[in-house]
């Protein structure tokens, strides 16, 4: 990482703990090389923002992950300012504060969006290990401890490839669009430390799960999941995500974000059922951000972004059904 990304993500920690990772000088990185522009900007009144830029025809949308950091309402009218200053049209925050913080977001213009990333999550305190595995449901320290005792090997790497192949059959199976292999590589390339963890058939080598987790100021991310359904006795699956959070609490990460689970209250007709049902065995504590807010400030402007998402979306649906 160059001095300026040192300096950004040490002014990050001195403003949040932890620090987001959305808005890391290695993310914004990751976000430049996938099509945005970044600006990283120090805002009036000391907060700071890692800004994406993206511009369509005459027009352009800024969205920010995860910050201002810190989340208050005066850094959140310190951007609006700035964005107005840059004649953006449209500004989609999703800060990394609770759900109240909502009625900050509506007091300053903004509208509930649909969000970007997961409003909903689960965060494990880390533990020695054989203390961890003694609090998660009964259901996965079986299937922990047999994929052990039926030696499954796991590969910690930067293995792009299988993690796309094994997150492409989630995908068929899901019915799902997921990220192609490049962005995985991006993550891995980019990011400070990121790494996959790739469950293996003890004796063919067959891949059998891939997960792919990132970390930053304490805190370990479970960013990509994928699994081919191989042999399911083996507990592959299990074992590859169990050994991504002993590693992170072995080197001294403080936490776990299991990065996404359904609202609660939401029922079995919810995509992120299941999802939800195999990531709640790890126990943990539930938590609920903010979510995604959006402010025109050009209702024109913001038109034209609008329409041409919804093309891009035709344009991915169209894909999806001729693959």
Request: aromatic share 8%.
């Amino acid at each position: 990482m160059s001095g300026h990304g040192e300096g950004w993500d040490r002014d990050l920690d001195e403003r949040a703990s932890p620090s987001p990772l959305l808005q890391t000088w290695g993310w914004g990185e990751v976000q430049s090389r996938a099509g945005w522009t970044i600006q990283r900007v120090r805002l009036a009144g000391g907060a700071i923002a890692s800004v994406q830029l993206r511009r369509v025809g005459p027009v352009r949308e800024a969205y920010v992950p995860r910050g201002p950091v810190p989340a208050t309402s005066e850094a959140v009218g310190a951007l609006v300012e700035w964005a107005s200053a840059n004649r953006i049209a449209r500004l989609t925050i999703e800060p990394e504060a609770p759900a109240a913080f909502g009625d900050v977001m509506r007091e300053r213009g903004f509208s509930a969006a649909t969000p970007v990333q997961p409003q909903h999550t689960r965060i494990l305190k880390l533990a020695p290990p054989a203390e961890m595995l003694a609090t998660f449901k009964h259901g996965r320290r079986y299937n922990i401890r047999t994929g052990e005792k039926r030696g499954v090997v796991i590969e910690q790497g930067k293995d792009a490839a299988e993690l796309e192949r094994q997150s492409a059959a989630v995908e068929r199976r899901e019915s799902i669009h997921l990220p192609a292999r490049s962005y995985y590589e991006l993550l891995l390339n980019e990011l400070p430390w990121c790494r996959t963890y790739v469950a293996r058939q003890p004796e063919s080598r067959e891949a059998l799960a891939a997960v792919l987790v990132a970390r930053h100021a304490g805190r370990a991310y479970h960013l990509f999941a994928g699994r081919t359904g191989a042999h399911p006795g083996l507990m592959g699956n299990d074992l590859a995500w169990w050994a991504a959070i002993k590693a992170a609490a072995e080197d001294g990460c403080r936490d776990y974000d299991l990065w996404g689970v359904p609202p609660p209250g939401a029922g079995p007709d919810h995509p992120w059922h299941g999802l939800g049902f195999f990531k709640a065995e790890f126990g943990g504590e539930e938590m609920a951000y903010a979510g995604a807010w959006r402010l025109e400030l050009s209702k024109a402007g913001s038109r034209l972004i609008s329409l041409e998402k919804k093309a891009r979306g035709h344009i991915r649906a169209l894909k999806r059904n001729i693959s």
